[in-house]
T-cell receptor
């Protein structure tokens, strides 16, 4: 079963707009990570936020974490056509060492 | 790249045949994972190797699936008597170096099609 659920499942925006994706999870976590997957390719790590952090930035990416609501959001600012991909959140559950469990993903389409 | 080579990149087989998928991470990484991704779906955890510890096999869907890791490096995922529902992309990932934050580095996957 999936630990994380992304919302929305699909998102279509125009270049230059911001894209926000949300992830909800079920149990206590050590950290939460976001990955990107281009069609037919492997996943690429984007950003990691620890359970004691509330917000983190990396370039055009902004991630927030609300452990009380068991949710995270990924914001991509000033989107580009090259940002078109699927985005997954992944969590390491407390007490499971490094076992990473993935959500269902958000498919982002950025059009010119 | 991510330092993980997977082979074959594509495999087409007939129902009932056995297949072996290979994962070759760069040396020095003790953590290795296998995931399965069906078309348009998320990643399903299969198995996790960590050093000399017993592997976490909790995600293997049936006893037709097995995996081994020889010499703490190369891993082989074997699917016996393949079924059409085994068709998916099988992704291998290695853990990072010291620090073990849980960040994973993925190979490009092996796409399996069972006819």
């Amino acid at each position: 079963s999936q630990q994380g659920e992304e919302d929305p499942q699909a998102l279509s925006i125009q270049e230059g707009e911001n894209a926000t994706m949300n992830c909800s999870y079920k149990t206590s976590i050590n950290n939460l990570q976001w990955y990107r997957q281009n069609s037919g390719r492997g996943l690429v790590h984007l950003i990691l936020i620890r359970s004691n952090e509330r917000e983190k930035h990396s370039g055009r990416l902004r991630v927030t974490l609300d452990t009380s609501k068991k949710s995270s959001s990924l914001l991509i600012t000033a989107s580009r056509a090259a940002d078109t991909a699927s985005y997954f959140c992944a969590t390491i559950l407390t007490g499971t060492a490094s076992k990473l469990t993935f959500g269902t993903g958000t498919r982002l389409q950025v059009t010119l | 790249g991510a330092g993980v080579s997977q082979s074959p990149s594509n495999k087409v087989t007939e129902k009932g045949k056995d297949v072996e998928l290979r994962c070759d991470p760069i040396s020095g990484h003790t953590a290795l994972y296998w995931y399965r991704q069906s078309l348009g779906q998320g990643l399903e955890f299969l198995i996790y190797f960590q050093g000399n510890s017993a592997p976490d096999k909790s995600g293997l869907p049936s006893d037709r699936f097995s995996a081994e890791r020889t010499g703490g490096s190369v891993s082989t995922l074997t699917i016996q008597r393949t079924q059409q529902e085994d068709s998916a992309v099988y992704l291998c990932a290695r853990g990072g170096l010291a620090g073990n934050t849980g960040e994973l580095f993925f190979g490009e996957g092996s796409r399996l099609t069972v006819l």
